[in-house]
């Protein structure tokens, strides 16, 4: 009851010197009621999560579910541009670019659990990549779009070999350090990369003589290549692998007792992670034909890591997801400039407080943050393991 209280008084004073005091009033008013809606909705959506989880028992009948609802969704993914003006189809687009970054990152963060904040440097050496064998060596987009991603992959093999034997916020700062030398080299490397002015007239993809120039056809190949890396991080989360980079996450020392090479399995991870981003920076080159420093921030490794955490650390929809909702959000509110960032500020912190598992969270990740649902679990386990060993003993 206390934090119902507490986050609307406490953005009713971030917002006094922007409204007033009537204004921050009415928005601390506004806030309070949307807590309570919150609540209620969070319990509501609890006994829907419970009523799920029985029917989920129902083999066959959930199969056929999740079949029929992902064969609906690519229906309406591959007509969505028939409904949409320029504008609206680049800012899929865009969204489309940040589900390939923040599908990356989450093996690195989400699986291996290594904090990086230096993701954004890897895009960067694939739009880099090819920008100059583009206007330089006239070379195609399809050969270096696994260029791009090799490259990224080395770049994530240099950096992660020295310092992935560090931990927790020693390997985020080691990370963002490198994604900073990153920006400023390509910013002062003039003869090469054009300095601050970048670099311009990089070539766009074709096909059969066919060159992609449309929003239309690069809204279709981001389409692709989402379907594919989800399909692929999908099936590595499946896998040994994936197991690894679990258990790595939950407890490192353990992991390494079992006989995972954990040294291994995080270069792995981040070598991967890498090269997926490598890839989108190759296609954000081809469809903007034109990179600077400045598009590599490292408030977009900040955004992006905010797409995983918000939308559910481990969980690919969840992932999905949030690169949506935080890539058309602040597009939404420009209307609002000067209190776009409180805004989205206000609700990355609501979240937070009343949904830490992220929007679509993997359900190891809300037993770590709910203890008592991993203690009714442990309970039923123990019950079931009883019964069935009772059943054995007669």
């Given at each position: 009851?206390?934090?119902?209280?507490?986050?609307?008084?406490?953005?009713?004073?971030?917002?006094?010197?922007?409204?007033?005091?009537?204004?921050?009033?009415?928005?601390?008013?506004?806030?309070?009621?949307?807590?309570?809606?919150?609540?209620?909705?969070?319990?509501?959506?609890?006994?829907?999560?419970?009523?799920?989880?029985?029917?989920?028992?129902?083999?066959?009948w959930t199969v056929k579910f999740n079949r029929s609802g992902m064969v609906l969704l690519m229906i309406f993914l591959a007509l969505l541009p028939l409904g949409l003006n320029r504008y609206s189809i680049d800012i899929a687009i865009i969204a489309g670019i940040y589900i390939v970054l923040a599908l990356g990152l989450n093996i690195v963060v989400g699986l291996a659990g290594l904090l990086a904040l230096g993701y954004i440097s890897f895009y960067a050496v694939g739009a880099y990549a090819y920008a100059l064998l583009s206007t330089h060596?006239?070379?195609?987009?399809?050969?270096?779009?696994?260029?791009?991603?090799?490259?990224?992959?080395?770049?994530?093999?240099?950096?992660?070999?020295?310092?992935?034997?560090?931990?927790?916020?020693?390997?985020?700062?080691?990370?963002?350090?490198?994604?900073?030398?990153t920006r400023i080299i390509l910013n002062n490397w003039d003869k090469v990369t054009g300095g601050p002015n970048g670099v311009i007239g990089i070539g766009r993809p074709e096909i059969f003589g066919y060159t992609l120039n449309t929003p239309e056809a690069f809204y279709y190949l981001i389409?692709?290549?989402?379907?594919?890396?989800?399909?692929?991080?999908?099936?590595?989360?499946?896998?040994?692998?994936?197991?690894?980079?679990?258990?790595?996450?939950?407890?490192?020392?353990?992991?390494?007792?079992?006989?995972?090479n954990t040294t291994g399995m995080k270069l792995l991870a981040f070598s991967l992670g890498a090269a997926i981003a490598g890839i989108a920076g190759v296609f954000y080159a081809a469809k903007i034909s034109f990179v600077s420093p400045e598009s590599f921030t490292f408030l977009e490794s900040i955004i992006i890591l905010c797409m995983?955490?918000?939308?559910?650390?481990?969980?690919?929809?969840g992932v999905i997801?949030?690169?949506?909702?935080?890539?058309?959000?602040?597009?939404?509110?420009?209307?609002?400039?000067?209190?776009?960032?409180?805004?989205?500020?206000?609700?990355?912190?609501?979240?937070?407080?009343?949904?830490?598992?992220?929007l679509l969270g993997a359900s190891s990740r809300r037993r770590e943050l709910e203890p008592a649902d991993e203690r009714t679990l442990e309970h039923e386990d123990e019950s079931l393991f009883d019964v069935k060993r009772g059943e054995k003993i007669e």
């Open positions: 009851m206390l934090s119902y209280l507490l986050i609307p008084a406490w953005f009713t004073i971030l917002a006094l010197p922007f409204l007033g005091f009537s204004g921050s009033f009415r928005l601390g008013a506004a806030l309070l009621a949307c807590v309570v809606a919150v609540s209620i909705a969070k319990t509501q959506a609890t006994l829907l999560e419970g009523l799920y989880q029985r029917m989920e028992r129902l083999k066959g060596y006239h070379v195609s987009f399809w050969t270096v779009l696994p260029i791009g991603g090799l490259l990224a992959a080395i770049f994530g093999l240099l950096l992660g070999a020295p310092t992935l034997r560090l931990r927790g916020d020693y390997l985020a700062i080691v990370t963002l350090g490198f994604g900073e030398i389409l692709i290549m989402i379907i594919f890396t989800a399909i692929g991080v999908s099936r590595l989360n499946e896998s040994r692998i994936g197991r690894a980079w679990i258990g790595i996450r939950e407890d490192e020392v353990a992991a390494e007792a079992m006989g995972i995983v955490v918000i939308g559910g650390i481990g969980s690919i929809p997801l949030g690169a949506v909702v935080l890539a058309v959000l602040p597009e939404s509110l420009r209307k609002f400039q000067d209190y776009r960032m409180l805004a989205f500020g206000a609700s990355m912190v609501t979240m937070m407080v009343f949904r830490p598992q992220g």
